[in-house]
């Protein structure tokens, strides 16, 4: 079965400094793999995807991705972290075992920004 | 707002009553799907359409859960006989057939509780 996996509940980081949120995924075949952020109150919203290509993918808000097929990771980083990126932020993979209908997210990382 | 929309946003209920969420998508997505996420987790598959036809039905929906998308435009989620356990929030994402991005567009949720 297709799975992700958000080792770290939480990730807390100084305004201005580099983050990194970490993401792993067991997957059957090539992955299809995505990360979406959840501000509070409102709904999820897309910031990037890996599908193939450039193992490097930029995205919304100036985050960016690496996927790492050895480790079989999927981080998610921005270079300076800001305030208003604190939220809760879900990586996820396209389950392409059962016809690529499904996505199978994983529990969600809490990034807080501190100024 | 041309986004996709839920109704209710909240809904509290009694246990063992019957209640109906509904879910409009952006216009022009022929594809829709619910998910449920509840406190610390990330939003679990429960089921997908495209246009009309309900595609795919997770294997952890019971069958006091249905789904319709009648016209292939808006889509009800219908729990009855609810039990405590199915608080949770309720979302409904959407997508377009021709979106090479697989990106799904999320609503804000409906979040469901009862007592």
């Given at each position: ?6 080792p ?5 980081v100084?305004?201005g400094?580099?983050?990194t ?16 952020v959840?501000?509070?109150n409102?709904?999820l ?5 890996y599908?193939?290509?450039?193992n490097?993918?930029k995205g919304s808000?100036?985050f960016e ?7 079989t990771?999927?981080?998610l980083?921005?270079?300076?972290a800001l305030?208003s990126?604190?939220?809760l932020y879900?990586?996820?993979v396209r389950?392409m075992?059962?016809?690529g ?12 920004v501190?100024a | 707002?041309?986004?996709v929309?839920?109704n209710p ?6 246990r ?5 969420f ?9 594809r ?5 996420q ?5 939003p ?15 294997r ?9 998308r ?6 009800t989620?219908?729990?009855?006989r ?6 949770a ?6 997508t ?7 990106e799904q567009?999320?609503g804000p ?7």
């Amino acid at each position: 079965a297709q799975s992700v996996a958000q080792p770290e509940d939480q990730v807390n980081v100084a305004e201005g400094n580099p983050l990194t949120v970490k993401c792993t995924y067991s997957v059957s075949g090539n992955p299809y793999l995505f990360w979406y952020v959840q501000y509070p109150n409102r709904g999820l919203q897309f910031l990037l995807k890996y599908i193939t290509g450039d193992n490097l993918v930029k995205g919304s808000y100036g985050f960016e991705a690496e996927f790492n097929k050895s480790q079989t990771s999927f981080h998610l980083k921005k270079p300076s972290a800001l305030v208003s990126d604190s939220a809760l932020y879900f990586c996820a993979v396209r389950d392409m075992e059962t016809g690529g209908f499904k996505t199978i997210f994983g529990a969600g990382t809490r990034l807080f920004v501190k100024a | 707002d041309t986004g996709v929309s839920q109704n209710p946003r909240h809904k509290i209920t009694k246990r063992g009553q019957n209640v109906t969420f509904r879910c409009d998508p952006i216009s022009e997505h022929n594809r829709l799907y619910w998910y449920r996420q509840t406190l610390g987790q990330g939003p679990e598959f429960l089921t997908y359409f495209q246009n009309e036809a309900q595609l795919e039905k997770s294997r952890l929906l019971s069958d006091r859960f249905s789904a319709e998308r009648p016209k292939g435009s808006f889509s009800t989620l219908e729990i009855q006989r609810t039990e405590q356990g199915d608080s949770a929030m309720y979302l409904c994402a959407s997508t377009s057939r021709t979106s090479g991005t697989y990106e799904q567009f999320f609503g804000p949720g409906t979040r469901l509780t009862v007592l």
